[in-house]
């Protein structure tokens, strides 16, 4: 159940602010129809919502999805906010 991330081939940060009240359903919808990517490819996408020390994370593991929900204690994220577009980031930078 648990997420290998170095096993991830693909990792995307999904530009600009997201409703963070959407869920599985919701954010798969944005993925699918408004970038027109695929859900199942060994991807993990990245949400941020109007807070920036907070994020939410979608990944298909092969028989389900598995939605993370991250909030920093102490520091915020340089979260790309004017671009509504799909970023890949290397493993290394997701660190």
Known sequence: ???DFTRVTNIF???GRTDMR?????LASIVQYEYNMD???NAIFLFCGGKSDR??????????????????????L???R???E????SNQQLR
């Open 1 to 3: 159940m648990l997420v």
């Open 13 to 15: 940060i999904v530009c």
């Open 22 to 26: 959407k869920g599985i359903d919701g």
């Open 39 to 41: 859900l199942y490819d």
């Open 55 to 76: 994020f939410k994370a979608l990944y298909w593991d092969g028989d389900g999805f598995i939605l993370l929900y991250k909030r920093i204690n102490d520091g915020k």
């Open 78 to 80: 340089k979260w790309p």
């Open 82 to 84: 004017k671009s509504e």
């Open 86 to 89: 799909i970023m890949k980031l």
